[in-house]
């Protein structure tokens, strides 16, 4: 196998480990405790920790074996790995939405990456690592108090992300430092570049974990992914002299693949956003939810209806009770039993009775006993 097929496949493996490290770090987000520290005492996380350490390794490996032009691009595709793994081993599909956010994202920043030029080693002196530890961890630090006060679960994990991401960009920066101070023979003076490496990477797992809460896969990942290479970058063309390769046409192409990728971060935070609002809609509507099982609060069995039971029959010579009705229903009229009237009258035109030659009809025997109890009223059409 060739040098440059093996920084492939070892760039594709490495992607795919930060996929599943991201895929358990959701996890542990969504079924563990809440508490910021909590996912130190989970065996779990701590996989996801090593998954996050291999990629990590193999994609330094990759670059041993390849040029940075190809690497770095491929190691974007771990935003297009996530979904569809996501999708096979923890049963979360996503969307059209979120595809095209994804894919967006994911062909902004190669094309980034593709277009940032390398120069000759540099590394940041003393008061360089000074200075860029300094306001790493303020930016880091007021973004992490920005997020307490947001209420909206899907824009505080994006700004946590944010914060993630460029804590583990300024740790890539350290960890060039410290290469090239090996590789000129200066060991003693890497160690507070590896302090600092430590301290930015073991910020940017917390806060990454953090931003997992309650925003899904996708935006989270997306914003980590981004903002990573892209705060590297900056460190790298502002105080490394990098430059975007083919001048200015090759700057206004980098640009317009930042717009892009922030395109795709956009469009994956809206549709995190849309499908949170769907979610509270729904649970203030206060209606039952027909795909679950089980009985409500009446025995009544969830989807299937239930008919009362039929009415017993009123017994002979006793008068039925009328039930109350709503005054959306139609009122019907009272019923009033025959010892209460003297007289019952039909309507013009026909013969009338009294009660008492009823009573003297049914004694000669000529009636049916049943009919003591039958009410005769006027006929609706003569009312």
Not at 358 to 372: L, M, T
Request: glycine share 12%; with cysteine; aromatic share 4%.
């Amino acid at each position: 196998m060739s040098s440059l097929a093996l920084s492939v496949l070892l760039s594709l493996v490495s992607a795919v480990a930060y996929a599943a490290g991201a895929i358990v770090q959701e996890r542990v987000a969504t079924t563990g405790d809440d508490r910021s520290l909590a996912p130190l005492r989970n065996r779990v996380w701590w996989a996801a920790v090593a998954l996050n350490g291999g990629g990590a390794v193999l994609h330094v490996v990759a670059l041993a074996y390849g040029p940075l032009s190809l690497v770095q691009p491929l190691g974007a595709l771990t935003i297009v790995f996530a979904l569809p793994m996501a999708a096979l081993f923890v049963r979360r599909r996503a969307g059209a939405t979120a595809w095209r956010g994804a894919i967006m994202a994911t062909v902004g920043l190669a094309g980034l990456l593709t277009l940032t030029g390398n120069s000759e080693s540099h590394s940041l002196n003393g008061t360089d690592q000074l200075i860029v530890a300094g306001v790493t961890l303020g930016a880091v630090a007021l973004l992490a108090l920005i997020s307490v006060g947001v209420r909206r679960p899907v824009v505080r994990s994006v700004i946590l992300a944010g914060a993630a991401g460029i804590a583990f960009g300024i740790a890539s920066v350290f960890v060039k430092t410290v290469a090239v101070g090996w590789a000129s023979g200066a060991l003693a003076t890497g160690l507070p570049a590896l302090l600092a490496i430590a301290g930015f990477a073991a910020t940017g797992l917390l806060l990454s974990q953090a931003a997992y809460r309650g925003a899904g896969l996708t935006a989270p990942l997306a914003t980590v992914t981004v903002v990573n290479p892209v705060i590297a970058a900056v460190v790298g063309l502002t105080m490394f002299g990098e430059q975007f390769r083919h001048g200015t046409a090759g700057t206004m192409l980098a640009l317009a693949c930042a717009v892009l990728a922030a395109g795709g971060l956009i469009l994956l935070t809206t549709e995190r956003l849309g499908a949170e609002h769907l979610a509270a809609q729904a649970a203030g509507s206060g209606l039952p939810d027909a795909s679950a099982g089980g009985t409500d609060a009446e025995g009544e069995e969830a989807g299937v209806p239930v008919f009362p039971a039929p009415a017993a029959p009123t017994p002979a010579g006793s008068v039925e009770a009328v039930p109350e009705v709503s005054s959306s229903a139609r009122p019907l009229p009272t019923l009033m039993p025959l010892e209460c009237l003297d007289r019952v009258a039909f309507g013009p035109g026909l013969s009338s009775y009294t009660a008492t030659e009823r009573r003297g009809g049914s004694s000669a025997g000529s009636a049916d006993p049943d009919d003591a109890a039958v009410q005769t009223l006027t006929p609706p059409a003569l009312r």
